[in-house]
Structure formats: C-alpha cells, structure tokens
Nanobody
C-alpha cells in the first residue's frame, strides 16, 4: 500500500491557475496507475485525469477539463501533479488523488479501481 498526501488547493479567481500536488510515502508510485478525481457538494465523485501505470507515458482526461488540466510526475520527488489552468466556477470541488496497484486500460476512469486515496484538497473558483 501507498500513503498519499495532497496539497495546493485554495481560493482562486475565474481564469486563474493552480497546481495540486500528491506525494507518496510508504513506497514509490512505480508501477501504479494514478488518478485525480473531484467531488462537488451534492455530486458524485467524478474522474478528472489519470496516468496509466506510472511509466507508460499515457495520460487521460475528462472531457470537461481537456485542454485545461495536465497531469504530470516527478520521479525524484515521488510526486504527482495536477496543473489546472483557465479555472471556472464549475471546477470548484474537493480534489482527490488515488493510486491503484492493478488496473487495466478501461478501468482507470473508475473510482472503484483505486484502493489508495489521499485526504482531498479543496479548490474554490470564485470572484
């Protein structure tokens, strides 16, 4: 198992940018599929972005964030990032990072694929 700690969420104005971080401890991310999910009040937890099996170089994005968000990693720091640009009020949510030891291509978009979760970090987009 891997422990995940998220940071970077804060209040930002529409059109602004934030970078969220997810640091792993206990073990490295090596071999894991890593995903970002978000949940707004009254909404179901939804897929945002993922990196399939860490070293594959394959990234995927929800249609709602495509072209605005970027998932990336720093191997030396054992950290995953979510760069969020052109933020809009509808992006307001608690953002979670998650890791899965086993995943297939089609399952990386499902929350129930992941068995390691961070505590979440609040992102609020408002003027």
């Amino acid at each position: 198992q891997v422990q995940l700690v998220e940071s970077g969420g804060e209040l930002v104005q529409p059109g602004g940018s934030l970078r969220l971080s997810c640091a792993a401890s206990g073990r490295t991310f090596s071999g894991y599929t890593v995903g970002w999910f978000r949940q707004a009040p009254g909404k179901e937890r939804e897929f945002v972005a993922s990196m399939f099996r860490w070293n594959s170089g394959s990234t995927q994005y929800a249609d709602s964030v495509k072209g605005r968000f970027t998932i990336s990693k720093d191997n030396a720091k054992n950290t995953v990032y979510l760069q969020m640009n052109s933020l809009q009020p509808e992006d307001t949510a608690v953002y979670y990072c998650a890791a899965a030891a086993r995943a297939i291509w089609s399952s990386q978009f499902r929350a129930d694929t992941y068995d390691n979760w961070g505590q979440g970090t609040q992102v609020t987009v408002s003027s």
